[in-house]
């Protein structure tokens, strides 16, 4: 998953009737009431937000204007640990502050907005999944597609009080896809300690639940699967990323959207945890692999656990937070809006983590970009991600259909 997010994935609403008299939202947002005859006819605009996965991080989009980095669309980013122009290094979100999204396929000098929806023509960006869906149309109707994703992005952001906020209210009538709720929390997981000269002993990242994933002397001992899981219940607490995801569904919800909320995929980076805490002198790609990386589970025992079981436990309960997230909005909409229909405007899905465990970086066929740690999704993981969101879109709103994603079927 994303650093940044890392994490991740889509929502969609259908509205059945037209504003009325504002109702308190779930976050305290005045939200319309609906009744009467029906809303207009969706568009064919679907628009993609949230974070690193959907905006493509990695790879230059149509204009970049970070510090040291000068790329043409599509090109991958160099590895983190590289020194000059296009390291992933330059690309990091700003600690303070609404993110940028430098080096990102979206990107167009931090306002991917503002580009328009995606066409094809020579040295457009094609990695990132809403482009990969936007090009892979066929048929005589297709839909608009944007990607106005910011990499580092988080739940807040795009609440209506946050620096996105502004956005939403553009999104009316149409489809809205996404990942989002990852950032902050897989960040507080991440733990890098370079070991390379003139940088021994200098920590560029320890999260705040490192130390949840081991235990013992020296970090010998794994800990029990419960405390990393609490860490990460307590962060998503702390962020109070329920709060936020459920206003940012209702508010598409009552503006007649559908809405696809895609979780994330099953992955491990090795800088996950008290377990692979030194920075390879050969960057990220010559990271180990989790499942090879073991300690006991207590004293005395011959219990063993993997950094590939507790990294993929603490994403399974992400998207279990998410999802969660997804349901209240719809045990609410159903409430406020009675017999609309609204509570079934949104779904959630996610991809299927027994493909994306055949294909971790290791495995000669990586859908994971290994210049980063081994947190977000290359070109190949991004063609996976487009084909979750396809077909959810057409097994619940009947668009996208077929091997060749027909928006009519």
């Keep these: 998953m994303a650093l940044c997010l890392s994490a991740l994935l889509g929502l969609l609403a259908l509205a059945a009737g037209t504003a009325g008299a504002a109702t308190p939202g779930a976050a305290g947002n005045d ?3 609906f009744g009467g005859p029906a809303t207009p006819e969706l568009q064919n605009k679907v628009t993609f ?17 970070a510090a040291n980095v000068k790329c ?8 983190r640990w590289a020194i000059g122009d296009n390291s992933l290094n330059d690309c990091k979100p700003p600690a303070k502050g609404a993110p940028t999204d430098a080096c990102s396929n979206n990107n167009m000098n931090g306002k991917p907005w503002e580009q328009g929806p995606w066409e094809a023509g020579q040295g457009v960006p094609d990695i990132a999944y809403p482009f990969q869906l936007a090009a892979k149309q066929t048929g005589p109707e297709k839909a608009e597609v944007s990607d106005w994703a910011l990499t580092g992005s988080i739940p807040a952001d795009w609440d209506s009080s946050g620096p996105f906020g502004f956005l939403i209210p553009k999104l009316k009538d149409q489809y809205v896809g996404m990942t989002l709720g990852a950032n902050p929390l897989l960040a507080a997981f991440t733990s890098i300690n370079f070991n390379i000269p003139l940088n021994i002993g200098k920590k560029d990242v320890v999260g705040d639940c490192v130390d949840s994933t081991s235990s013992g002397v020296a970090g010998r001992y794994s800990g029990e699967m419960e405390r990393p899981l609490d860490c990460l219940r307590s962060e998503w607490n702390q962020a109070e990323q329920t709060r936020h995801l459920v206003s940012l569904y209702k508010q598409l919800l009552a503006q007649n959207d559908r809405v696809v909320v895609m979780g994330y995929y099953r992955s491990c980076s090795w800088s996950f945890g008290d377990w692979q805490s030194r920075a390879n002198s050969w960057g990220p790609s010559a990271g180990n692999d989790c499942k090879g990386q073991i300690k006991d589970k207590g004293f005395f025992t011959f219990k063993t656990m993997s950094q590939w079981e507790q990294a993929t436990a603490v994403g399974a309960e992400l998207n279990n937070l998410i999802q969660n997230a997804v349901d209240k909005a719809k045990e609410e909409a159903k409430k406020e809006w009675p017999g609309t229909g609204r509570d079934d405007n949104i ?22 970009l ?14 996976n991600l487009a084909k979750t969101v396809a077909d959810a879109m057409c097994s619940h709103f009947d668009h996208w259909c077929g091997s060749d994603w027909r928006w009519s079927k």
């Excluded at 043409?72 to 590895?79: K, L, V």
């Design 31 to 33: 939200v319309p009431s």
């Design 49 to 65: 937000i949230g974070d690193s996965v959907t905006a493509g991080f990695g790879f230059c989009g149509y204009s970049e204007n």
């Design 72 to 79: 043409p669309p599509n090109q991958e980013m160099a590895d």
């Design 347 to 368: 779904v959630f899905t996610t991809p299927n983590g027994n493909e994306w465990e055949q294909h971790q970086p290791t495995s000669g066929d990586s859908w994971v």
């Design 370 to 383: 290994k210049n980063d740690t081994w947190i977000h999704p290359n070109k190949a993981g991004d063609t």
